[in-house]
């Protein structure tokens, strides 16, 4: 008994070929999406052997990296050093004469120059450093100019000592005069053909006379040539003579209580200061080119006086009466240098 089939019925072989492709082709597609689906983002992962453990640091600086992203690879990171690159360098600028100029400030912009103040000097003057208190006449200097001659007539002159009963005096020239320092000055006097004359400083040789020039007495003069001679080179020095006698004080005339005037006689070495006691302590009085030390409100006058010579020595004399125009001895004298 034949069996029916009640299947389809049966294509013919070429019909089967032709359906069977389009069949596998749709499958073989379908594989592919599927594993296209279940790969990560970003396109197929490698293999492991393709990346070596050694190949898997990064050629991107760390300090631009993202976040690490692993591909189911274990691999040991290496962490590179973080190299930034280094500041642009500077040209200094140079002057048109190819220097660079300079990078000091200058004084007025940084602190002021700080300059030293003076010291204060001691009341009490040294009297070790021998003519410090000078002034244009000093002790040990050697003075060159010349000698001319004048009428001393009874000796007195700008110093207004009075009198001279010695007439070995002479003027100092107006520079080394000096406003009357160089009154009662003892000086050694030389001349060029070797004679010598020792001679006190009584008045003032007013311009032309130059600096270095002494205007000797006719009677001093005579000692080193002829008074025909007229001008005689000369060289002349300080000295502080043996033996003067004592220093007298004299008051100008016109002098009280209220106004005096105070001159000092007989110094062995020139005078330096001349001060006065007051209330308020000792007072140092101005010297006028006259030789008078001047206190021109009274204070002082009639009191205590003290003296300092050119070396810095010190005498103190007791009150002194105000006798204007009188000569009033003292027992004092500076010593001999």
């Keep these: 008994m034949r069996t029916t089939n009640h299947g389809g019925a049966h294509l013919p072989r070429k019909h089967r070929r032709a359906v069977g492709i389009p069949l ?10 599927l594993a296209v689906a279940l790969l990560p983002q970003g396109g197929a992962a490698p293999r ?14 760390s300090d631009a990296a993202g976040p690490h992203v692993t591909t189911g690879v274990t691999t040991k990171a290496t962490q590179l050093p973080v190299t930034s690159p280094p500041p642009p360098r500077r040209t200094p600028k140079t002057s048109t004469a190819g220097t660079p100029p300079a990078t000091t400030r200058t004084a007025s912009a940084t602190r002021p120059a700080t300059t030293r103040s003076p010291r204060a000097t001691s009341s009490t003057p040294r009297t070790t450093s021998a003519g410090s208190m000078a002034g244009r006449i000093k002790p040990g200097v050697r003075y060159r100019g010349v000698a001319t001659a004048y009428e001393a007539g009874d000796g007195n002159g700008a110093c207004l000592y009075g009198p001279a009963g010695d007439l070995m005096i002479a003027a100092m020239n107006h520079t080394d005069y000096e406003s009357a320092k160089a ?51 000369i060289t002349w020095t300080l000295l502080s003579p043996a033996a003067p006698g004592t220093i007298a004080i004299r008051y100008k005339d016109g002098s009280s209580q209220y106004w005096c005037g105070i001159q000092a006689i007989g110094h062995r070495n020139p005078l330096a200061a001349l001060e006065v006691r007051t209330t308020k302590g000792w007072r140092t009085l101005h010297r006028t080119d006259y030789n008078y030390f001047l206190s021109t409100d009274g204070s ?38």
């Design 300 to 337: 002082g006058c009639g009191k205590a006086i003290r003296i300092t010579d050119i070396y810095g020595q010190r005498l103190t004399i007791d009150a002194t009466a105000i006798k204007p125009d009188v000569v009033q001895p003292t027992r004092v004298q500076f010593a001999k240098h």
């Design 24 to 33: 596998a082709l749709l499958a073989v597609g379908v594989v592919v999406c």
């Design 48 to 61: 492991a052997a393709d990346v070596p453990v050694t190949a898997a640091k990064s050629s991107v600086p």
């Design 183 to 233: 009154c009662g000055a003892h000086v050694l006097v030389r001349a060029a053909n070797g004679a010598s004359i020792t001679v006190r400083i009584v008045n003032e040789c007013p311009l032309p006379c130059a600096p270095g020039q002494l205007d000797l007495s006719q009677e001093a003069f005579a000692k080193l040539a002829k008074l025909s001679v007229g001008r005689l080179p």
